[in-house]
């Protein structure tokens, strides 16, 4: 498994931005991507993107334009821009290794909080 750490979360007003971060170590080889989730509370965890290690993304729709997901392989870490942000994308960010064994996602790091005010 895959061993990730979240860091970057804050409060921050409607509009604003924040970067996220999230270093990995371990077998990253048993990983086909790295994503990020979110869950507000009362509701199910989300997926937010994802990055394969070919540097392919994926994002949910309605974070298209606003966010970006990146790596940056010297660093061993991965980001999460977030911009133009609103209030329903307060939630705490989880990072996450999809594993190629099981094809799910089975690496989870604590999670970072991230809250938007109007």
């Known amino acids: 498994q895959v061993q990730l750490v979240e860091s970057g979360g804050g409060l921050v007003q409607a509009g604003g931005s924040l970067r996220l971060s999230c270093a990995y170590s371990?077998?990253?080889?048993?990983?086909?991507?790295l994503g990020w989730f979110r869950q507000a509370p009362g509701k199910e965890r989300e997926f937010v993107a994802l990055?394969?290690?070919?540097?392919?993304?994926t994002y949910q729709d309605s974070v298209k334009g606003r966010f970006t997901i990146s790596r940056d392989n010297a660093k061993n870490t991965i980001y999460l821009q977030m911009n133009s942000l609103k209030p329903e994308d307060t939630g705490v960010y989880y990072c996450?290794?999809?594993?190629?064994?099981?094809?799910?996602?089975?690496?989870w790091g604590q999670g970072t909080q991230v809250t938007v005010s109007s």
């Open positions: 996450a290794g999809h594993s190629r064994r099981t094809n799910k996602y089975d690496s």
């Open positions: 371990g077998r990253t080889s048993s990983t086909y991507a």
């Open positions: 990055i394969s290690w070919s540097g392919g993304t």
